[in-house]
């Protein structure tokens, strides 16, 4: 009796490890709190990073800060055979495009691709951001460390560079500082439609905008949570029909809930939890908070999926602020306030998230959902290239999580015995050889 329990559980223990890539667990290792501290500290010293601030000086202002971040990329590159492509994105912004482009002002990002092995066009993304800004949003001189809002996010992704560029994968990935954020996601914009007209295959892209701040100004500390927003459906499609077919189509088959952008949400949620269930994910169903945006939104806006990743309580005191005190209160955005332990799990969770995904097969396309009035729900989908099988999800319709799962395999058809179509949503993964899988697709096509 006593050997069959053991038999057993040494069953479960194999079951769960060969779901799991002792790869990534090193990855969570390797990210550095002290590589982000002096990233953090580095980008807070060059006084202002504001996106129409100084760019000849050599040490203050966005230009020699979007130096200094192309010098480190070019550095982790020459540190791995040349591995990363590093160059300077940038589009001209005219003066009075908006009223805090006070200025004609060249928009630059800093973006390295790390080239995939076996699908050098497809992207995974992470972004921070370079630019900063103090309580007046044209003001380019005064002093905005901007250490929180966005040299977070921003060493995130230098930091995700150095980790994983000691590894190869299938898919390509980019490490982007974006610019002009505060003045309004000229960044983002830049790079999107640059991404479109070069027709590069996005997978997703990690935008993190403040991944440092642990104390709230609600006066809640909390060091685990963070918060993964995403937009509902795709917003690229702008056709009165299209979109009236559209709507018609998610009222009688779901999928309000369930576009591309919220799929990537899923993925960074569920491998947050697979290997590092300490922390705390928190989905929330919107594009960014209440009436607000973020360099992602570029990207959404051209049909790409892209979420926002940052920390769950916010400090306002500490954010678009002049350094100044007031009332006993130390306002600004200053390097002590970030908590750069927090930092570090959130880059992990990106870098995780993208050595996942860098090394899954292709979603698979067309997934078809059919089974109604029948006792069972039935699939049918295209196959892709270098997925081992397919891994058909389901969930109650109130649940955020894909909770139930069946691998079925290299087929391209399966029926789901006993469950019925009616009481949940369903999706479909490709599952590479190495077990890393793909997004979920939502099934966009249903049969008889
Ligand atoms: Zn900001």
Redesign the pocket.
Known sequence: MKTTIIAIALLFSITIEAQTDPKIYDIVDAVSEDRLRNDVKKLADFGTRHTLSDTLSETRGIGAARRWIKSEFDKISSNCNDCLEVFYQKDLVEKGTNQRIVKDVMVVNVVAIQRGTKYPNRYIIMSGDIDS?VSDPTDYTTDSPGAN??ATGMAGAMEAARVLSKYKFENSIIYVGLSG??QGLFGGQGLAKYAKENEWEIIGVLNNDMIGNITGVDGVVDNRTFRIFSEPITTDITDPKTLARQARSRRFYGGEVDGISRQLARYVHKTTKTYMPEMNPMMVYRLDRFGRGGHHRPFNDQGFAGIRIMEAHENYTQ??QDIRTENGINYGDTFEHVNFPYCKKLTAVNAITMASLASAPPSPKEVGIGGIVEASAKFKWNKVEGAKGYKIYWRDTTSPTWDNSRYVGDISEFTLEGIVIDNYFFGISAVGANGHESLVVFPNKIFR
């Open positions: 800004r809002d966005n954020e505060e954010q678009h």
